[in-house]
C-alpha cells in the first residue's frame, strides 16, 4: 500500500491489493450503471475557466448516491469505514461524509472517444476517486493543479483510490483518445463542523438529465 502523506497533493492507495473489494465488485458496478445509469449533461456553469474559453459540455452517465446505498452496501460500508479512514490519515484532519446521501458517493460513466469531464472544484472538502476501470493509455487521466507545482496526472487503474482536496484543487478529465469505459466512483467527505450547504443547486446541477 502507498503511504498516505498530509505534505502530498493527492494520496493513491491500491485497494485491490488490500482484500477490502468484494470479488467481483467490477462486474456489481457495471450491473447497476447498465440498470441505473441516467445520462447527463453538463453545461459548463460550475466549470472554472477564463472567458476566453469556450463553454465544454460534459456529456456522461452517472448512478447517484441513493441507488449505490440501497444497492451496494459494500461502496457504502467502504465510505463510512476504511476510506473515511484514509481520507483522514491524508488529511491529517477529522473528516465527516456527506449527510446528502444522493452526492455522498456517484458512479461516474464516460464512453465516446474525446469525452472530457470539465475543469472544477468540488463542493465538498474532501474527494476520493475509486477507479473500476483502467485507462492503459487510452486518455481520461484525473488532471490535479497545484497552484505551484503545476499539473499532475493520474492515469486510472482499476481498484486505484486516489484522495485529494477536491474543494480547493482544480481537477479536470483529460479527453478520452479513444472509445473505452471510463468508470470513477467519486466519493465527497467535508471537514468535522463545517456545514455541508449548497448541494441542492450543485445535485440539480449534476443530476438532472440531458434532453
Ligand atoms: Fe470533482
Excluded at 62 to 70: K, L, Y
Aim: hydrophobic share 35%; glycine share 8%.
Amino acid at each position: 500500500m502507498t503511504d498516505i502523506s498530509d505534505t502530498q497533493l493527492y494520496g493513491q492507495v491500491d485497494l485491490s491489493t488490500t482484500g477490502l473489494l468484494p470479488v467481483g465488485w467490477v462486474d456489481s458496478v457495471m450491473q447497476t450503471i447498465s440498470r441505473y445509469a441516467v445520462r447527463v449533461e453538463l453545461d459548463g456553469s460550475y466549470a472554472l475557466r477564463s472567458e476566453e474559453e469556450p463553454v465544454s459540455k460534459t456529456k456522461m452517465q452517472v448512478v447517484t448516491g441513493d441507488v449505490i446505498a440501497s444497492g451496494m452496501g459494500w461502496i457504502s460500508s467502504l465510505y463510512r469505514g476504511e476510506i473515511l479512514q484514509l481520507a483522514e490519515k491524508f488529511a491529517a484532519y477529522p473528516l465527516a461524509c456527506s449527510e446528502d446521501q444522493a452526492s455522498a458517493i456517484n458512479i461516474n460513466v464516460l464512453e465516446r472517444s474525446g469525452s472530457i469531464y470539465e475543469r472544477h472544484t468540488d463542493q465538498s472538502a474532501l474527494t476520493a476517486v475509486l477507479f473500476a476501470s483502467s485507462s492503459l493509455g487510452r486518455g481520461g487521466e484525473l488532471v490535479l493543479e497545484h497552484p505551484n507545482r503545476g499539473e499532475i496526472r493520474i492515469e486510472p487503474h482499476e481498484g486505484s483510490l486516489v484522495i485529494f482536496w477536491g474543494g480547493e484543487v482544480a481537477h479536470s478529465v483529460s479527453p478520452l483518445s479513444e472509445d473505452w469505459t471510463r468508470v470513477s466512483i467519486p466519493m465527497n467527505f467535508y471537514r468535522a463542523h463545517e456545514t455541508q450547504e449548497d448541494r441542492a443547486k450543485l445535485n440539480s446541477y449534476l443530476y438532472t438529465p440531458a434532453q
